[in-house]
């Protein structure tokens, strides 16, 4: 039995972004989950000049408050991978630093 694809989102920060450029730091657009997906996987990748620390946060409405449910800090080419157990609402990530402008950091969602 296959494992079905329920939610998948990508955000980057930094100069090379395409349509979910979000500049070199700030929240990314929250993602409504719908509670579908109960398992969520957030892959937060650096390419090889960046250095960040950033944040998973969720939310239950699209304007309302936020917690934070995972934290970290990444050095150049790294990833980390954030797993989290749902139901969940709205999810986002949050850069809090990033050493240049001129760098890329990749956050991507999967979730089933």
Known sequence: MGVSLEASR???FGP???VNALGSTGVGVRFNLNGMAREQSFYVETDAAATCSYQILTAR???GASVVLSSGTL???AMDIVQLTGPLSYVFPR???L???ANTVT????GN
């Open 75 to 77: 050095g150049t080419s």
């Open 107 to 110: 956050v991507e969602l999967w």
């Open 10 to 12: 990508s955000w980057t």
């Open 16 to 18: 090379s972004g395409g």
């Open 95 to 97: 850069i809090k630093t």
């Open 61 to 63: 409405t699209l304007t």
């Open 99 to 101: 050493n240049s402008t």
